[in-house]
């Protein structure tokens, strides 16, 4: 039987939280929040399934937290709502939403739990997207002036906060792929997105420094890049992959600069003075986040566009998101953070967990051996970084609750506690019990 007896052996200061965001728990339709890229998104790809009611976590938090306290954990990653926040078109404050994040942060708190909040996951909101979104580097500016806003009303109460999550979701699988909002096809709109999600980090590093002294980081999510075969033309699909996926990003932060590789393919896509914006983009941070979740062999596929790669899944085994189980890409990336960007900055895993066919038993019980194995084996490759002597601060489980996963709607579960969407009602899995149970 798995087990999580590993948590025994981690260092005492080392923190173990649980994450969530805004959307996917929220339930928009609550607190006069306003309309993101998402509602839009689900109205017309995902007939309608979107975040309205979600957890139901605005009516639900103070329970949430408890749980969050009581199973041992010692700090929670959520996301503030920038339409929550910011729903009107005059860019005035809805005091409802404001209201919610101070007793949101005071609950946690009060827990002794450390907030860390992420100021964008992914719901930008719609007005936006009217004037072109991310594509629009006015955007960027407006992203700083809301963190600027953050910072000033409500950063008396947290410390660490990360600017953007994952900007390889906001930016490739959104516009070049499609797959989220706002389900756009282009590669120059990608490029542009990669670029200007960047300058928005970077711009919001700034605002938030010139109103405090917080510890500010960003969470970049990466995935293993493994070549389908030897031949010469998978291997170099593999690099193309990596240098997009994950290189873009980290050297852009860490460096100053962007990938040969990659910029081969989209430097003619890059605003034109895209290399002053970058001595924004890489200002210095205080903390990093890295979200891991599996690999993805790399296949040649020639393309019209020189994206000559396709992804395919390989025989390990796998989530109920198809992804393989593969937790030495963790041990991986934390190495790469550590030898070849910044062998001192504190590195957080700020999500790592798997989607699961939980059901709940008639004795009220979710059994979900495979997600306990699942951190079981991520937990080895931490402590093993950690013995290595990698800078490795803390670990989130991604996620606290069963939540809306995005194009999956709510089919997917990745929650460490079973969420009732008719009744909202909660119910602890074994790997909560198995968290408390060793924390
Ligand atoms: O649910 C998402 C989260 O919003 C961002 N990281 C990956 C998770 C699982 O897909």
Redesign the pocket.
Known sequence: MNNLSILQSFPKDFIFGVAT?AY?IEGNNFGECGKSIWDEFAKQNLNGVDGSYACNHIQYFKDDIKLIKDAGFKAYRFSFSWPRIFPNDDNSINTKGLDFYDRLLDEILECNLEPFPTLY?WDLPIRFNQLGGWENKDTCKRFADYSYTISEKLGDKFQKIATI??PW?VSWLSHYLGEHAPGKKSLSSATATMHNILLAHGLAVQALRSNRNHQIGVVL?NEYPEPYSQDTKDIEAAKLFDSIYNYWFADSIFKGSYPKIAMELLSSHLPSNYESDLKIISQGLDWVGI?Y?TRSIIKYYKSDDGINYECVRGNLKKTD?DWEFFPEGLTYFLRRINNEYNSKIPIYIT?NGMANRDLVSSKNKVFDEDRIEYFQLHLIEVLKCLNEGIPLKGYFA??LLDNY??SFGYEKR?GLVHVNYKNYKRTPKESFKQFSKYL
């Open positions: 965001s996917q996951h999550n994952e979701c999510n979200n979740y998101m999500e991604w996620s996963e995005w990745f």
